[in-house]
């Protein structure tokens, strides 16, 4: 008979490592890059990321604190999603350095700055997908009785898309070619997807 562990997060999991984020996994990665109001790039990671709605496509990803990424959106109203590729993994997690607000974390892991066709904001010019994005919403998230946590859920509206032509096999995006690289749980643990591990299942017709 299988056993079950239950535990009640604010009273601590008991565990080596909490094991939330590596339940819901892999996850996306939010790889922002945002300009502040004099000009100043940052470029962040985050793993708290996806897609919320197709028409207009609206995207999300919460920031665990008022970080720089948060208040270079506040105040220009606008960033971009650079799709993290395994290529692009070591850039990326370099990228996740908490650094002086006045370090250009482009220049950090040796990335080009791109400037976007929509938005102000540059992208990584080296990523296969980028989303130009215009913020909709900050929201303080709240705990269940009300109070402020230290997150903030940052919403933008997708404006434009660069894609990787290859990417596309006669006009289908082929999620697997592009091998997205996507966050596990614990503090290092990374997946990937291959196009052998596809499975296909379609909805049921009424």
Not at 65 to 75: F, L, P, R, W, Y
Not at 162 to 167: F, T, V, W
């Amino acid at each position: 008979m299988r056993t079950s562990y239950f535990y009640e997060p604010s009273a601590g999991h008991g565990l080596p490592h909490d094991p939330f984020n590596a339940i819901v996994a892999p996850r996306p990665i939010g790889w922002v890059s945002t300009s502040s109001g004099q000009g100043g790039l940052n470029l962040a990671p985050y793993s708290f990321f996806n897609a919320v709605n197709y028409t207009p496509p609206l995207i999300a990803f919460s920031s665990i604190g008022h970080k720089d990424t948060v208040a270079n959106i506040e105040a220009t109203g606008e960033f971009c999603w650079n799709l993290v590729t395994t290529e692009l993994g070591e850039q990326m997690n370099a990228t996740s350095a908490a650094v002086d607000t006045e370090i250009d974390e482009f220049e950090l892991a040796g990335l080009t700055a791109a400037p976007s066709r929509v938005v102000s904001v540059p992208h990584v010019g080296q990523a296969r997908v980028v989303f130009e994005c215009r913020r909709t919403q900050i929201l303080r998230l709240t705990d269940a009785s009300g109070e402020d946590t230290p997150a903030r859920m940052v919403f933008g509206e997708v404006v434009g898309v660069h894609l990787d032509e290859s990417l596309l096999d006669d006009g289908v995006y082929q999620t697997a070619a592009a091998d997205p690289l996507l966050r596990g749980g614990g503090p290092a643990d990374y997946f990937r997807i291959r196009g052998e591990d596809r499975l296909r299942m379609h909805r049921p017709q009424p």
